[in-house]
């Protein structure tokens, strides 16, 4: 597939003029006595050849780390990185491609978006592995592990390539290996709805079959985070017949693709892409509970749909479709989650949505990040990206899983010794 896009910044049409009081009404903490916080961050944008970056003022020292997310294309091709690591010499960089970026409440495409951080506090290592299947999944979850573990640890963000990948094996392998009280959230990268090349690097140029990933140590380090979907099953249950891990094969013993097919209707033209549309909800016996399984890729030969994470052989699969609205009330309530039971205000919110609900959204697409900045209030920085699959615990867990179609918020904020 093809894989040209602009190096300068697109927006999305413009929202409709309708009211997002009902979120603004959603109560929230106050934090006005909260200790004061320590970490410091400055969001910048590539435009005209050039980073213009918000306030504060950056610091005389260097970025503890600096996140950027960007059209794959304009990573690669448009000066973006070379001239951050000009303007900011020594600071670590760690790069993934979207299929769209967030800077505050605006959403993008064909840009790159950066969030320099400042942590006063906390030390923070970064790794990169390589991916060169889905079936090495597992072993580069355990092998980003591996590298960052320590007594200390208390969270990692990770961020994967998200076509060659098995998110459900690289969230088990990371997971699995570090103490149960390590958070784990981050993202699949994305490549627009093209589904073509996925980029990921850290302290390199980005590159395709990656995991990256930075862990934050310490105890004043605060993050905390949340995951809603808001999209509806309908259609009747499917017993999944035959699969293995990430790929399905039959459903009720048919074949998985004609069956998806039928549903579709003139939407399967345009599969893997339309499918984002239409994603299922798997449900396990022994779960008790679904999650929101996003298609990757078709096999037209036999008959088989590649999904971002595992769809386990005698689960039960139902089809979704989006209610725009409920979408949008999902993000608010995301962020909501995250602002529970705070001792110290974030100093940052890193969003990560899925292209799907970009997709259904359309001109909308910008009301599900109002409805983050009204639950969080004006004062927290927004950074984002639009992925092909999302990592984050459900809202009242500690196990990190794999999910899609779901708006996942990471906030950080660091406390005074």
């Keep these: 597939m093809g894989h040209g896009c602009a190096h300068e910044p697109g927006r999305l049409s413009a929202r409709p003029a309708h009211a997002l009081s009902r979120y603004a009404l959603k109560q929230r903490p ?23 970056w918000s306030s504060p003022p950056t610091p005389a020292t260097a970025p503890s780390v600096v996140l950027v997310f960007g059209a794959g294309c304009a990573l690669l091709r448009s000066g973006a990185l070379e001239a951050l690591r ?50 090495a999944s597992w072993a580069a979850g355990v092998a980003i592990a591996r590298a960052l573990a320590a007594d200390d640890l208390a969270h990692v963000l990770v961020f994967s390539e998200g076509l060659h990948v098995n998110g459900s094996d690289l969230v088990r ?82 074949p998985a693709l004609t069956l998806y097919k039928k549903y579709l209707g003139e ?7 339309s499918a984002l549309r239409f994603p299922l909800l798997v449900t396990t016996e022994t779960a008790g509970r679904g999650v929101v399984r996003t298609i990757l890729n078709v096999r037209e030969q036999d008959g088989a749909m590649i999904f971002a994470g595992d769809i386990p052989q005698g689960s039960s699969a139902r089809l979704m479709k989006a209610n ?53 209030g004006p004062s927290v920085p927004i950074v984002g990206l639009y992925s092909y699959g999302e990592i984050s615990p459900l809202i009242g867990q500690t196990r990190s899983e794999l999910h899609n179609q779901t708006m996942t918020i990471t906030t950080i904020g660091e406390m005074d010794p």
Aim: with cysteine.
């Design 30 to 52: 106050c934090a006005s006595d909260a200790p004061k916080a320590r970490m410091r961050t400055s969001q910048g944008i590539w435009s005209l050849d050039r980073w213009n």
């Design 86 to 135: 000009a303007s900011h010499p020594g600071a670590p960089v760690l790069a993934c491609s979207t299929a769209g970026e967030i800077h505050d409440v605006h959403v993008l495409d064909d840009s790159v978006v950066a969030s320099a951080i400042w942590l006063e506090h906390t030390p923070i290592r970064g790794v990169q592995v390589p991916i060169p299947s889905a079936d």
């Design 173 to 254: 392998g990371i997971g699995g290996t570090l103490a149960s009280h390590v958070g784990v959230t981050g993202a699949l990268a994305g490549d627009g709805a093209r589904f073509g090349r996925t980029l990921v690097g850290w302290n390199r140029l980005p590159a395709e079959r990656c995991v990256a990933a930075i862990g934050l140590y310490g105890k004043h380090v605060r993050v905390r985070c949340g995951s809603m979907g808001g999209w509806d099953a309908f259609g009747p249950d499917r017993m999944v017949t035959r699969s293995e891990k990430n790929v399905l094969y039959e459903l009720d013993g048919e």
């Design 267 to 273: 939407h399967a033209a345009g599969l893997p892409s």
């Design 324 to 376: 725009v609205d409920r979408l949008v009330d999902g993000a608010s309530d995301a962020a909501l989650a995250t602002t529970s039971a705070l001792d110290v205000p974030p100093s940052l919110a890193i969003l990560v949505s899925c292209v799907g609900r970009k997709l259904v959204l359309r001109q909308r697409v910008e009301d599900e990040v109002e409805a983050v900045r009204d639950a969080l």
